[in-house]
């Protein structure tokens, strides 16, 4: 793709320059980060906004809701939001990052008619109910089952690391639907109702303090037929490409907000005398390198996803794999700068590096990533 802009996209950049300014001066205060309740009216009031400038679903097809834009202009809106401090997708990041796309790909007319245009219009919000207690980054081992009784499925099991589900309308929802067949088959992807009778939500306190994960259990939920995406028993390959758009394209904003970390490192360092330190500069300058990398792979997953039916490919999970552990560096290096204000949880970053420890972990283990990319990008045979 052309990294310069052309005359169309450099006047679509000020024209979003300009509307951000005058949108972002109208928000309210965030709210507690424990408050979910508040946090989840904050983040849909700016996806409603985003929605009435003809912001919301750039990217998204056009018979999905969206705009239909290209990945130039879908990458530009990144940049500018970013650059100029916008809420993210907040608690609906499923929504908009997962299951949103994943039912333009794969749902119905109709399914598609009755998920998307709330989640863009700011009114609906989704959890992923993938993992579980002894199914994690083997999800082929989940256990939670569903039984066919009529026109609903009857489901029973439970969930873990359900992210915002205290919050959530919908769970993208794996079940078991054949349990005497291989591993990787046998499993449906359905759609579940949070307000459901037999959906229980626990919330889950993290290592940082906060909550924004939940157990969910299920017994003998009743979920419509009509709520199942794609074919009964065939929710891995719908699986395969949720995880290709969580792996492929909804890290790409949180790329921008790292470069921008990485110039306030260097200016804290300047001014508290750290720069002097000429092994933090040498790591400060090779992390830049990383994310400009990361932020040309980015693009370049972005421009593949677009020749394909909107599904990234396996250039996912080659990002996914180095995005994780540059984060991760990328943190440790700001304890570095804050030396002993690192304990300091009120301080920026500390939290921010706590949570960094999990991006190893979610959206597949690294070491998952390292078995895709032998296997798939590089043709070698499957482990034993």
């Known amino acids: 793709m052309d990294l310069a802009d052309s005359p169309e996209e450099a ?35 700016w996806q409603r906004m985003l929605y009435d400038a003809g912001y919301a679903g750039l990217h998204w097809p056009v018979d999905a809701g969206g705009r239909g834009a290209s990945p130039t202009r879908h990458l530009i809106f990144l940049e500018e939001t970013e650059k100029a401090g916008a809420p993210y997708v907040g608690a609906n990041f499923v929504g908009l990052l997962h299951a949103g796309p994943t039912i333009a790909a794969e749902g119905t007319p109709g399914q598609r008619a009755r998920w998307l245009p709330p989640v863009l219009r700011g009114e609906e919000v989704w959890c ?43 769970c993208e929802l794996l ?51 009509a709520n199942r995406v794609g074919a009964e028993n065939d929710g891995w390959r719908v699986t395969m490409v949720t995880l290709s758009f969580e792996r492929g394209t909804a890290f790409v904003g ?10 306030e490192l260097a200016r804290e360092a300047r001014a508290d005398g750290r720069w002097d330190d000429p092994s933090l500069r040498r790591r400060l300058g090779r992390l830049n390198a990383e994310f400009r990398a990361l932020w040309r792979l980015t693009q370049w997953n972005v421009s593949e996803a677009e020749t394909t039916g909107g599904v990234p490919g396996v250039g996912g999970s080659v990002f996914k794999l180095r995005y994780s552990h540059a984060r ?38 690294s070491q998952i990533q390292r078995n895709i990319v032998a296997e798939r990008v590089l043709g070698l045979p499957k482990g034993r």
Request: with cysteine; hydrophobic share 40%.
């Open 128 to 170: 992923q109910g993938f993992s579980e207690p002894d199914a994690g980054s083997d999800l082929a081992s989940l256990r939670t089952r569903a039984w066919r009784d009529g026109d609903a499925y009857v489901v029973s099991g439970s969930k873990i690391w359900t992210s915002h589900a205290e919050v959530a309308d919908w």
């Open 254 to 263: 949180e790329v921008v907000a790292c470069r921008r970390v990485l110039g």
């Open 328 to 365: 991760q560096e990328l943190y440790d290096t700001a304890a570095e700068v804050l030396g002993a204000d690192c304990l300091d949880l009120g301080r920026p970053w500390v939290l921010d590096r706590l949570s960094s420890l999990s991006y190893t972990i979610a959206a597949g283990t």
């Open 11 to 45: 006047e679509f950049r000020a024209r979003l320059r300009a509307w951000l300014a005058k949108a972002l001066a109208t928000l309210p205060p965030k709210p507690s980060p424990d408050d979910w309740p508040a946090r989840r009216a904050y983040d849909l009031g």
């Open 175 to 225: 079940v078991r639907t054949d349990p005497d067949a291989p591993r990787h088959r046998g499993i449906t992807w359905l759609a579940l109702s949070m307000d459901a009778p037999g959906v229980t939500v626990r919330p889950l306190r993290t290592l940082a303090g906060s909550n924004e994960f939940a157990e969910v259990f299920l017994d003998e939920v009743r979920v419509p037929v």
